[in-house]
């Protein structure tokens, strides 16, 4: 059963535009969020964080959103850079236990 | 500091062959961890340790087995191999769970035929 859902596999974006990537989660116990950057033959790589009690974290051009009674968040980067090309994973968490991983999107920046 | 280093990169193994995948991280974290990625699939947890002489399991640790002597070193045992386990492994390690972020290795791609 799929906690954590990334229902695009992919996304393209020209360069200089903003890239929205998305996220579902199942477990209304998750309080704590992450998403993860990942280039081929490396292993993930953090970006950036948010916790139950904010709605929004930012860090430079990304910035995750958190609607906790949607139980979604994203993830946006503004202006995207032919850099951000890579796959980027979202994973759940409820403080003290194992995370849960999404399946992914791959995210082409087009120059 | 190197973070966390994953031997081999790269693995083919028979069926019912045996091998073990090292890990190391030079972090001093006390968390360490072991996924699986199958394609187009998220990462699955095998098998976590949150201190040298302590191991759990995770979502998916059947065929697999895991020590924990040292702080440093979370070495993942494959004692039969099957095709199921062909899949790229990494490693990661944290300071204590939730609420921290994890720090992977670059991966072990394994094909077992």
């Known amino acids: 059963d799929q906690q954590v859902k990334q229902n695009s596999p992919s996304l393209s974006v020209q360069e200089g535009r903003i890239s929205i990537l998305n996220c579902d989660y199942t477990n209304s116990m998750f309080d704590y969020f992450l998403w993860y950057k990942k280039y081929p033959a490396e292993g993930p790589t953090f970006l950036i964080s948010i916790s139950s009690i904010k709605d929004k974290n930012e860090d430079g051009r990304f910035t995750v959103f958190l609607n906790k009674s949607a139980k979604h968040l994203s993830l946006h980067i503004v202006p995207s850079q032919p850099g951000d090309s890579a796959v980027y994973f979202c994973?759940?968490?409820?403080?003290?236990?194992?995370?849960?991983f999404g399946t992914g999107t791959s995210l082409t920046v087009i120059p | 500091n190197a973070g966390v280093t994953q031997t081999p990169k790269f693995r083919i193994l028979k069926i019912g062959q045996s091998m073990t995948l090292q890990c190391t991280q030079d972090?001093?974290?006390?968390?360490m961890y072991w996924y699986r990625q199958d394609p187009g699939m998220g990462l699955k947890l095998i098998y976590y340790?949150?201190?040298?002489?302590?191991?759990d399991k995770g979502e998916v640790p059947n065929g697999y087995n895991v020590s924990r002597s040292t702080t440093e070193d979370f070495p993942l045992r494959l004692e039969l191999a099957a095709p199921s386990q062909t899949s790229v492994y990494f490693c990661a390690s944290s300071y204590p769970r939730g609420g921290n972020e994890q720090f992977f290795g670059p991966g072990t791609r394994l094909t077992v035929l």
């Open positions: 972090m001093n974290h006390n968390y």
């Open positions: 340790s949150v201190g040298a002489g302590i191991t």
């Open positions: 994973a759940a968490s409820r403080v003290g236990n194992q995370f849960y």
